[in-house]
């Protein structure tokens, strides 16, 4: 039995439909619970069973009773894939008298997360195997301006996971940090629109997912990331605003992708 958090999203939609084709048993959990009953029916189309156990991660209560649930009603997961997720575009002076954000961000991508994989991880350590896979951000490492609230929620789950994982290892379970790079799906849109260049598709990503769960890898990163969080470390305050004009030129380019195809459409 495989849990999968964020399953309504983009990402978590392909994972899921993915893991059917295999016959997979899904816990699949989220907040929007007609779109969770939707996707376990789609599940089983697809030759996979699928339970539904919404949840909102921000909710510390509710993430202790979703996992004690789980592990009474489920059973003890071979797997954790963990992509609920929750971004905010946001720069500096504009996030002044909006410290909520931080609250929000750090509950749903890095306290929700970490609580329920807390909780889930001894009886998973206990029976001796098992793997926990967690999608952060490639941007992680490489602090940006803008996205301070999000790469900060999204770094305290990553620092944590490396930092358990030594210990998970030693009972038996593997625990695997995919740093995704750009997605079009609806959280990159408001910022990068719809179909942003570059950009993965739904399915490259979960297939990044699925070799973090498939493999004994510890880190799925893109090159440039990994480089840019060295950089980061040596020449801090050059890299972030290197990282702030990258961010920007993107945002650019997909303004221009848009107009020229409303252009073309006209
Ligand atoms: N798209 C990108 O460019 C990109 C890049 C790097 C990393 N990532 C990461 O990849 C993961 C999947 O993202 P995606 O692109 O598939 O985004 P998405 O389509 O927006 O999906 C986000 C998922 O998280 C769930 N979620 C959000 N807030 C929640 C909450 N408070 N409690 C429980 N579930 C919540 C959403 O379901 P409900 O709304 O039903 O709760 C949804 O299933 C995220 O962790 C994201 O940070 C994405």
């Known amino acids: 039995m495989i849990v999968l958090t964020g399953a309504t999203g983009g990402i978590g939609t392909a994972v899921a439909t993915a893991l059917a084709d295999r016959g997979e048993h899904l816990v699949l959990t989220a907040r929007d619970e007609p779109r969770l009953q939707a996707l376990a029916e789609r599940v089983r189309a697809l030759g996979g069973s699928a339970v539904v156990r919404p949840c909102d991660l921000r909710d510390q209560d509710a993430v202790a009773e979703l996992a004690a649930y789980i592990l009474a009603e489920d059973g003890v997961p071979e797997a954790v894939l963990s992509l609920a997720g929750h971004s905010i575009h946001r720069g500096l002076t504009a996030s002044f008298g909006r410290p909520h954000d931080l609250v929000r961000l750090s509950g749903t991508n890095m306290l929700?997360?970490?609580?329920?994989?807390?909780?889930?991880?001894?009886?998973?350590?206990?029976?001796?195997?098992?793997?926990?896979?967690?999608?952060?951000?490639?941007?992680?490492?490489?602090?940006?301006?803008?996205?301070?609230?999000?790469?900060?929620?999204?770094?305290?789950?990553?620092?944590?996971?490396?930092?358990?994982?030594?210990?998970?290892?030693?009972?038996?379970?593997?625990?695997?940090?995919?740093?995704?790079?750009?997605?079009?799906?609806?959280?990159?849109?408001?910022?990068?629109?719809?179909?942003?260049?570059?950009?993965?598709?739904?399915?490259?990503?979960?297939?990044?997912?699925?070799?973090?769960?498939?493999?004994?890898?510890?880190?799925?990163?893109?090159?440039?990331?990994?480089?840019?969080?060295?950089?980061?470390?040596?020449?801090?305050?050059?890299?972030?605003?290197?990282?702030?004009?990258?961010?920007?030129?993107a945002q650019r380019l997909s303004r221009r992708t848009r107009q020229h195809r409303q252009g073309q459409v006209r």
């Open 112 to 249: 929700g997360p970490a609580t329920l994989i807390l909780a889930v991880l001894e009886p998973m350590c206990a029976a001796g195997h098992g793997r926990i896979v967690a999608v952060t951000s490639a941007a992680t490492r490489i602090p940006t301006p803008a996205w301070a609230a999000y790469g900060s929620s999204k770094a305290g789950l990553d620092t944590w996971l490396r930092a358990i994982r030594p210990d998970a290892a030693a009972h038996g379970v593997g625990v695997a940090i995919v740093e995704m790079p750009l997605v079009a799906t609806t959280m990159a849109a408001p910022t990068y629109g719809a179909a942003p260049r570059g950009a993965l598709t739904a399915h490259q990503a979960a297939q990044r997912v699925l070799r973090a769960l498939d493999s004994r890898r510890s880190l799925i990163s893109p090159g440039w990331a990994r480089l840019g969080a060295v950089l980061s470390q040596a020449a801090p305050t050059l890299a972030a605003r290197a990282a702030g004009a990258g961010g920007r030129a």
